[in-house]
């Protein structure tokens, strides 16, 4: 099976590097409020929440209602510091899923 790699010119790649750098450091010249980042909230927000689907992280909503307080505070305090340093967790950057192949199916345009 091929691997699917797209022909980008490197201006285009250089482009989008800069993107980057230039969000960034939007978001550290100009911080927003972190502390709705906190347990109580979370726990709220879990319970609140009716979909049990698979998040980004393959977490489901049931499984994050049998976690205990502490480790909910710790998801918590690390949401807080990636909002308070400005580094994305890896499952926020891109969605894979539109690159992905179906093995049943064939890879479509991306053999």
């Known amino acids: 099976m091929k691997f699917w790699k ?6 285009c790649i250089h ?3 800069q993107n980057i750098k230039d969000v960034r450091q ?3 010249d100009f911080p927003i409020d972190s502390t709705e980042h906190n347990p109580t909230n ?4 879990i319970q609140k929440y009716k979909k049990d689907t698979n998040g980004s992280d393959i977490w489901t909503n049931s499984t994050l209602r049998l976690m205990p307080d502490i480790v909910i505070s710790n998801i918590a305090d690390n949401c807080k510091a990636v909002v308070d340093t400005v580094c994305l ?5 891109i969605s894979l899923n539109s690159v992905l192949g179906n093995l049943g199916e064939g890879l479509g345009p991306y053999q």
Request: cysteine-free.
């Open 6 to 11: 797209p022909a980008v010119p490197e201006e």
């Open 15 to 17: 482009q989008l590097h």
């Open 26 to 28: 939007y978001a550290r």
């Open 42 to 45: 979370y726990k709220k927000a």
């Open 89 to 93: 967790p890896h499952q926020s950057l």
